[in-house]
């Protein structure tokens, strides 16, 4: 069985980027246990928007690993590499599981806030990573949009950071 995992992080006031997607505000702070947390993913999924953003400002980011984008625009496949990383659109959640479930991946990283907001939506998120940095923005993307419904989630650790960040990890039920 596939899992689903999210690793991001906002702002004090709950944004995820700021309103043109700019992320520059959080490049500054570690990413602490982010090194880990990626090497123990064995692919990604991510919404048309981050796949667009990553695509152009860093596309080897994610250094080989496989890249499934979910997109009701994009038409469903593989597309070209993004820098070594192989990508493949889905349509929805279901087919990607799919997919992944065949190629045998077990721990998937979701990454973006549509995504990670879908997934919750659905009850596929099993575990969530917030790193809260000290800082502001006003406005921006939302960590958290509109759920179906209340979603619990169970505190695994909580720990800050010498820059004053606070990094608190989540498990779903």
Request: net charge negative; proline share 6%.
């Amino acid at each position: 069985m596939t899992t689903f995992c999210a690793f991001l992080g906002c702002s004090l006031d709950g944004f995820i980027a700021g309103t043109k997607g700019e992320l520059d505000w959080l490049t500054s702070f570690d990413n602490t246990g982010y090194e880990e947390f990626f090497a123990s993913v064995e692919a990604l999924a991510m919404g048309r928007s981050t796949y667009e953003v990553m695509a152009k400002s860093a596309p080897d980011y994610y250094r080989g690993k496989p890249i499934h984008v979910l997109s009701s625009t994009l038409t469903p496949g593989p597309l070209p590499n993004m820098g070594r990383s192989p990508v493949t659109v889905h349509r929805d959640i279901p087919s990607l599981e799919t997919n992944l479930e065949a190629t045998g991946a077990k721990h998937v990283y979701a990454d973006g806030g549509r995504t990670v907001q879908s997934f919750l939506a659905l009850g596929r998120l099993a575990e969530l990573t917030v790193t809260r940095v000290p800082v502001l923005l006003g406005e921006g993307i939302p960590l958290f949009g509109m759920v179906p419904q209340t979603v619990h989630a169970q505190l695994i650790s909580s720990k800050s950071t010498e820059q004053g960040a606070v990094q608190s990890v989540y498990r779903f039920v």
